[in-house]
């Protein structure tokens, strides 16, 4: 049996994104008979919890200390993203090393962007092999299998940040989305055939959306002249800080608003949407592979070049939160004007990924 450690975290400042996907993969490894569990620190926000509930032994690592300043966690390259350690790295590395030695895992998935090359040969002796999944090329790793799934990233951008024997796997055809994508894409296609209209909006901004968009959203749609027939569902993670603020404003809207709060048939309710306003991160590729329509808000540096990628191939158009007010109503008085558009920005979304990525990545696991 193969056993498979991830090492991933969770929390208001992280998001849920790293998580998610490593829950994705683990549950199709576990049909296949491989043993899977993880390793995550307990920051605020964290969801070890349910990864728990879903049936994964959890390997709790403390809380970072409430009040820790940037210069006490080792610096990652000059990357911001250290901080989301909570811990120096030579800290959280020793935190695992016990629990790596006891249980000598076949592999250790590392998706963590404080994580880098020294972080790994701490555990290297340990593991049989290391696979890193990442989406910024701005560190080194050792890693015998590295996964990026970002539109446009060549395996030339890890040239010099991995070992020579690497596997490096690039693009959103490994993007790591649940089976239901997949399972929707043909009949999500297929209704956006038809003459597109704008009947069913989707709102969904990220798991945690520490700063609240989704409530600009709202501000900005309840601005723009929807059909009077116009529904509009917001997906919120169960755990997100502003659900209650936006609950109340969905309930003074001017056109038909539901909330919907840690759900489990997202590919299902991106199917029934004609277009999506969200976040440029991993939800991307879940929206590409059902054609949906998106324009999207980047929340974090991280997502900037998603959007942009996506922008550049016609799959979605960028909006900014300043001033959003402005923006999104313009944006849907032209695409309810040229509703062409809809159907085209449908034909290149489904063209970057069909959804299947995570058969093509448990193949280089067996």
């Known amino acids: 049996m193969v056993t498979v450690f991830f090492r991933t975290d969770a929390s208001t ?3 849920t ?3 998610m996907r490593c829950l994705t993969l683990a549950k199709a490894l576990k049909e296949q008979g491989a043993e899977c569990a993880f390793i995550g620190r307990e920051h605020p926000g964290h969801l070890l919890d349910l990864l728990e509930k879903e049936g994964f032994a959890c390997h709790r690592l403390p809380a970072p ?3 820790i300043a940037p210069g006490d966690v080792s610096d990652n390259g000059g990357s911001d993203y250290a901080f989301w350690l909570g811990v120096p790295r030579e800290q959280d590395a020793n935190d695992c090393l016990p629990i790596i030695k006891q249980s000598q895992p076949d592999w250790l998935v590392v998706d963590h962007y404080a994580l880098d090359a020294d972080w790994e040969q701490r555990l290297r002796p340990h593991v049989g092999k290391i696979m890193v999944i990442d989406d910024l090329a701005n560190r080194s790793h050792d890693c015998d299998l590295l996964l990026d799934k970002n539109l446009g990233r060549k395996a030339s951008d890890y040239a010099d940040k991995v070992p020579a024997a690497c596997k490096v796997l690039t693009g959103p055809d490994f ?7 997949a399972a929707h894409r043909d009949s999500s296609l297929a209704r956006r055939r038809t003459a597109p209209s704008l009947t069913h909006i989707l709102v969904t901004m990220g798991g945690v959306d520490a700063h609240n968009a989704t409530g600009s959203v709202l501000c900005a749609l309840a601005k723009s002249h929807l059909p009077e027939a116009c529904r509009i569902s917001v997906v919120m993670g ?8 936006v609950q109340a404003r969905a309930a003074a809207m001017p056109y038909q608003t539901e909330v919907l709060s840690g759900i489990n048939n997202m590919a299902e309710t991106m199917s029934s949407a004609d277009l999506c306003i969200g976040a440029a991160g991993s939800t991307s590729w879940e929206r590409c592979a059902l054609g949906l329509p998106s324009l999207t808000v980047v929340l974090a540096d991280n997502q900037e070049a998603i959007a942009d990628a996506l922008s550049q191939t016609g799959a979605a158009l960028a909006l900014t939160l300043t ?6 109503p313009r944006h849907i008085a032209r695409l309810q004007k040229q509703p062409g558009i809809l159907k085209s920005m449908s034909d290149a979304a489904a063209g970057v990924t069909s959804g299947a990525g995570v058969a093509t990545v448990m193949e280089c696991l067996q």
């Open 238 to 245: 169960a755990k997100a800080p502003w659900l209650q603020q």
């Open 13 to 15: 400042c992280i998001g």
């Open 323 to 328: 001033p959003l007010e402005e923006e999104l």
């Open 175 to 181: 993007a790591l989305l649940r089976p239901e994508f």
């Open 65 to 67: 200390r409430p009040t």
């Open 17 to 19: 994104g790293h998580v």
